[in-house]
């Protein structure tokens, strides 16, 4: 199957895609750095530099998926807040190329802001114009007006190409990616297919990782940590295993456990030593200061982030059970991400870091990507059951957006 992969960054999501077996027709990218790495890693060919206005759609066709992740600036809890006021917001031109090209399914990925309440408006207009791309916006009317029309488009004439759209807040960690990094994933799938849509069924959890810790201690085993070096159990790790057993007695969780960064990053030499792993180098200046303690090594990273201005603090350092701290190489952090060792990021170290932050975890895309070939694939046509559409229905949409979602925490 062919893909446009739009905002590529480094790479993450198209080398996800690959790997799931989608084949790219092009990945644009306007970022120098992020296109000098997208060189390295795909056909030079494929890769435009350049602003995406300039890309001409015209020169594609058979385009079965447009996938990729409009920059998140307008929407992270870190930023401005902006959303359609910032001029950097993409979903529009992403709408666009779904219009013109009708791929059979599209694929886009931002950060957990987007749900904000502040921003149930326009992300509702995202994925009423995701639904409806082809519906014409009136040349002097702004977003607001058009999401208007578009909330009454059931009592109107609309014969233009139309997706099947699902969202969701996922955990990459419950895919087994040593991150917690919360993302929403929006998925499309054309109408006409008559394909039905449901998000891969989580692998990892929370409960199996503390359940080997502490209740079988197989994960201490496997690490060769001695007794001595293993954290004490106190009263909360001792509460925590009287819930654990009580609900699942004396049967093991069935869900592989949470990976931690000590699990990704187990066979690597300290970054000091003489190993000659060029983007394995130890970087000075490491330090703990408030809210920034850095990743715990026996639990999964915290959220690895690019930054406005470079590398930020705590999101990018291991924290060791002696309470130490140092900066991720460049090849942990690309573990950190799912991204294959061989994989080249170019730049300076703090470019590298941000590319690497930016980007989407490899093998969550990846299993994304199988499970929409699987999907598209299905010879048989599948019997969409009677449900509510979150399109046609702004009540459930915004209860969808809004609901607090408790994330698994991990007491150590």
């Not at 394995?280 to 920034?292: K, N």
């Not at 924290?319 to 061989?342: G, H, I, S």
């Amino acid at each position: 199957m062919n893909s446009l992969e739009l905002f590529s960054g480094a790479g993450g999501l198209a080398k996800g895609l690959e790997l799931a077996g989608f084949k790219h027709a092009a990945l644009v990218e306007n970022n120098k750095h992020a296109c000098a790495s997208l060189c390295e890693n795909f056909d030079t060919g494929k890769v435009f530099f350049g602003d995406i206005r300039d890309f001409d759609l015209e020169t594609l066709t058979n385009i079965d998926l447009v996938a990729g992740g409009p920059p998140c600036q307008p929407f992270s809890l870190g930023g401005k807040h902006q959303a359609d006021r910032d001029k950097r917001d993409m979903f529009p031109l992403a709408i666009h190329a779904i219009e013109r090209l009708k791929p059979k399914a599209f694929i886009f990925e931002n950060v957990k802001g987007l749900l904000r309440q502040t921003f149930a408006d326009y992300f509702e207009y995202i994925l009423l114009r995701l639904t409806y791309p082809s519906f014409d916006v009136e040349v002097d009317s702004d977003w607001q007006q058009h999401l208007d029309e578009l909330r009454r488009i059931s009592k109107l004439s609309y014969s233009g190409t139309k997706y099947n759209v699902q969202f969701k807040l996922i955990n990459a960690a419950n895919y087994g990616v040593p991150q917690n990094r919360d993302r929403v994933i929006i998925v499309g799938i054309r109408s006409d297919l008559d394909r039905e849509w449901t998000f891969p069924a989580e692998t990892h959890s929370a409960d199996r990782l503390f359940w080997d810790m502490y209740v079988t201690k197989e994960y201490w085993e496997r690490h060769e940590i001695c007794k001595s070096e293993r954290p004490s159990i106190d009263r909360l790790i001792e509460a925590k295993m009287f819930k654990l057993t009580e609900k699942y007695g004396k049967f093991e969780p069935v869900l592989m456990p949470w990976q931690t960064v000590r699990d990704a990053l187990s066979n690597l030499p300290d970054p000091q030593s003489n190993h000659g792993i060029k983007d394995h180098l130890f970087h000075d200046g490491a330090r703990i200061y408030p809210g920034h303690t850095g990743s715990i090594l026996d639990a999964p990273a915290k959220t690895i982030k690019a930054g406005d201005h470079g590398v930020p603090g705590g999101e990018n350092m291991i924290r060791f059970p002696d309470c130490t701290v140092r900066y991720l190489t460049v090849l942990e952090a690309k573990r950190l991400q799912t991204f294959p060792d061989d994989f080249v990021i170019k730049g300076v170290w703090g470019e590298v870091m941000k590319q690497i932050g930016n980007a989407v975890p490899v093998l969550l895309a990846e299993i994304v990507g199988r499970k929409l070939i699987e999907t598209l694939n299905s010879r048989n046509n599948l019997v969409r059951m009677e449900r509510v559409s979150t399109l046609d229905n702004r009540q459930l949409i915004l209860v969808r957006c809004f609901k607090i979602l408790e994330k698994p925490t991990l007491e150590i």
